[in-house]
């Protein structure tokens, strides 16, 4: 019987600009880094409450990532989506889509990281 959900994988091209994006921009803790028994490379993120990790893999052997269009995302929640986009914006990563309201009150907006990954924010309604 399944009893939690442990982390989520992500390939990349480019290890260490999708780190920097993780750790700089949105803010995640690089919880560990190692190389697997196939020679995969991978960092593993957490966020700040979260028991979920997400895994960041290299592994040129799989061939080019390829990463389609509206396929796959994270959401993440965050205290207040304008000074988060003004944060992100200044660090070269601006809001490619939103800030959008929606029908509870929260507002969404989303942000590319490297090699096409879409980052949904969500702020809450308070």
């Not at 190692?34 to 995969?40: L, Q, W």
């Amino acid at each position: 019987m399944l009893t939690r959900l442990l982390h989520t994988r992500y390939r990349v091209t480019d290890l260490e600009k999708t780190a920097h994006f993780y750790k700089e921009v949105l803010g995640l803790e690089e919880t560990r880094r190692h190389t697997s028994p196939r020679g995969s490379q991978l960092v593993f993120f957490k966020a700040p409450g979260s028991e979920e990790e997400i895994e960041i893999c290299k592994f040129d052997g799989s061939g080019p990532v390829n990463v389609g269009h509206d396929i796959t995302h994270l959401a993440f929640e965050v205290d207040d989506l304008a000074v988060f986009a003004k944060q992100a914006a200044a660090k070269g990563y601006p809001l490619s889509d939103g800030p959008t309201p929606t029908s509870t009150g929260s507002v969404i907006a989303f942000i590319d990281a490297p090699e096409g990954y879409e980052i949904e924010l969500i702020q809450r309604a308070k």
